[in-house]
C-alpha cells in the first residue's frame, strides 16, 4: 500500500527524502480520486526502492494541501530535493504519471 503521509510526517519522508516523491492528494468522497487509486498503488510496488509513492488525505491533512494550494483532487504533485518539479492535476491514464515520475529518477 502506498505510503501514507500526514501533516506530522511531510517534513521527513518527502521534503528530507533522498528520492524523487509522488504525492497523490485524494479525499474518501472524490470519485476521480477511487479512478487512479489502483494506478498509485501499482507504482508504489513498481518504484520500491527508486522513489517515495505517497497518499495524503486532504481531508485528515489540511495543513500540506494549504502549503501547496491544492484545490482540486486528484491532484499529484512530483517532488524532487523538497521542491515540486512537476504536477498533474485531474485523473490521468497511468502512462502519464510514469513518465513524469521516470523525468525525475
Known amino acids: ?7 506530522a510526517n511531510f517534513e521527513e519522508l518527502v521534503l528530507k527524502s533522498d528520492k524523487p516523491v509522488m504525492l497523490d492528494f485524494w479525499a474518501v468522497w472524490c470519485g476521480p480520486c477511487r479512478m487512479i487509486a489502483p494506478i498509485v498503488e501499482e507504482m508504489h510496488t513498481e518504484y520500491e526502492g527508486r522513489a517515495v509513492i505517497g497518499k495524503v488525505d486532504v481531508d485528515n491533512n489540511p495543513e500540506v494541501a494549504v502549503k501547496y494550494g491544492i484545490r ?14 512537476d504536477k498533474q492535476v485531474g485523473a490521468a491514464p ?8 521516470d523525468a525525475l529518477l
Do not use: C, Q, Y
Request: glycine residues 4%.
Open 1 to 7: 500500500m502506498a505510503l501514507e503521509i500526514t501533516d
Open 72 to 85: 482540486n483532487i486528484p491532484t499529484v504533485l512530483f517532488v524532487k530535493n523538497g521542491e515540486v518539479a
Open 94 to 101: 497511468k502512462h502519464v504519471f510514469t513518465a513524469k515520475m
